[in-house]
């Protein structure tokens, strides 16, 4: 079991639609058709939207994304129109709304990889591949690879792993003209994003990008290398062989599988709130990162 601890109710806003409840975006479409994407303060963890919230998140994922944006602006155009809050929107909307183009989104979730961690250290581990690309022997967990890899899955409902694939697998279901314009503009996107964030003393492991289409162009739609989509690692403690700290999530993760939590993630019951310690670790790493990227103070 796993999902929400508790879906929230979503804001009526007059002129304004109501189209889903992700696990950390709001979507609505304004009377023009355009998306409204409004980013909460809420975390998931183990497959699970926790209760607990962490302060500034929506705001710090919205003006990086926006800053990523503006970067990969040359390699591939985006879907961001404006973010002004909309007419009789709630005032904490301010800084986590994003109106966007309505594209023809495309089901996959576009991954590049550029060191070994998560789910492809653990294909590695069994098969020495990743998404059925052969790696050579010797690498460990945090590795570099030989090059970045294009790595795909399929997108999964809430509380659902994302499924890793084939290339092969996305040619097939969405033609190989296609499937190759995506790992091209992946790859692309990668590649400049890690060059920037190794500048700033931070290495971009993975990271995943969501694409749709605007006509025939394609277009780069979601969020984009924010410590939610992204493995963000600091370069001067990088030590293959271990888990490497990260500028995320991590302290919820562990503390909800230590016995501080009292949780027992192979039961049936939710996880339970997070103590104010996690949640302000948790935050510092989100500014942290937002702050050494950006080169901008967080306020």
Same mark, same amino acid.
């Given at each position: 079991?796993?999902?929400? @601890?508790?879906?929230?109710?979503?804001?009526? @806003?007059?002129? !304004?639609?109501?189209?889903?409840?992700?696990?950390?975006?709001?979507?609505?479409?304004?009377?023009?058709?355009?998306?409204?994407?409004?980013?909460?303060?809420? @975390?998931?963890?183990?497959?699970?939207?926790?209760? &607990?919230?962490?302060?500034?998140?929506?705001?710090?994922?919205?003006? !990086?994304?926006?800053?990523?944006?503006?970067? !990969?602006?040359?390699?591939?155009?985006?879907?961001?129109?404006? &973010?002004?809050?909309?007419?009789?929107?709630?005032?904490?909307?301010?800084?986590?709304?994003?109106?966007?183009?309505?594209?023809?989104?495309?089901?996959?979730?576009?991954?590049?990889?550029?060191? !070994?961690?998560?789910?492809?250290?653990?294909?590695?581990?069994?098969?020495?591949?990743?998404?059925?690309?052969?790696?050579?022997?010797?690498?460990?967990?945090?590795?570099?690879?030989?090059?970045?890899?294009?790595?795909?899955?399929?997108?999964?409902?809430?509380?659902? /792993?994302?499924?890793?694939?084939?290339?092969?697998?996305?040619?097939?279901?969405?033609?190989?003209?296609?499937?190759?314009?995506?790992?091209?503009?992946?790859?692309?996107?990668?590649?400049?994003?890690?060059?920037?964030?190794?500048?700033?003393?931070?290495?971009?492991?993975?990271?995943?990008?969501?694409?749709?289409? /605007?006509?025939?162009?394609?277009?780069?739609?979601?969020?984009?290398?924010?410590?939610?989509?992204?493995?963000?690692?600091?370069?001067?403690?990088?030590?293959?062989?271990?888990?490497?700290?990260?500028?995320?999530?991590?302290?919820?993760?562990?503390?909800?599988?230590?016995?501080?939590?009292?949780?027992?993630?192979?039961?049936?019951?939710?996880?339970?709130?997070?103590?104010?310690?996690?949640?302000?670790?948790?935050?510092?790493?989100?500014?942290?990162?937002?702050?050494?990227?950006?080169?901008?103070?967080?306020?």
């Amino acid at each position: 079991m796993s999902g929400f @601890v508790e879906k929230p109710e979503p804001v009526q @806003v007059p002129n !304004l639609v109501h189209l889903h409840t992700g696990k950390v975006r709001d979507l609505y479409q304004n009377e023009a058709g355009d998306l409204v994407m409004v980013a909460s303060d809420r @975390v998931s963890a183990h497959d699970w939207v926790l209760p &607990t919230q962490i302060p500034d998140k929506g705001r710090i994922l919205t003006r !990086l994304s926006l800053w990523w944006f503006d970067q !990969l602006a040359d390699l591939i155009p985006n879907h961001v129109l404006g &973010t002004d809050v909309p007419e009789g929107a709630p005032a904490d909307w301010a800084g986590r709304v994003t109106v966007c183009r309505s594209l023809r989104m495309i089901p996959v979730e576009c991954v590049a990889r550029g060191y !070994l961690a998560g789910s492809g250290l653990a294909e590695y581990r069994e098969s020495r591949t990743v998404c059925g690309l052969a790696l050579p022997e010797g690498l460990e967990n945090g590795s570099e690879l030989p090059g970045p890899i294009f790595t795909p899955a399929t997108k999964a409902a809430v509380g659902d /792993h994302d499924e890793n694939v084939a290339y092969e697998e996305v040619a097939r279901r969405l033609g190989p003209e296609t499937a190759a314009e995506l790992r091209q503009a992946t790859l692309a996107a990668y590649d400049r994003a890690r060059d920037i964030a190794r500048d700033r003393g931070i290495i971009l492991a993975d990271t995943k990008f969501e694409f749709g289409w /605007h006509g025939e162009v394609l277009t780069l739609a979601d969020e984009a290398l924010t410590p939610d989509s992204s493995r963000f690692w600091p370069a001067d403690v990088w030590r293959p062989g271990r888990d490497q700290p990260s500028f995320d999530k991590q302290p919820i993760r562990d503390w909800l599988v230590s016995s501080a939590s009292g949780w027992d993630r192979a039961g049936n019951q939710p996880p339970p709130a997070l103590p104010d310690e996690v949640v302000t670790a948790t935050r510092n790493r989100y500014i942290e990162a937002y702050e050494r990227l950006t080169g901008v103070r967080w306020a």
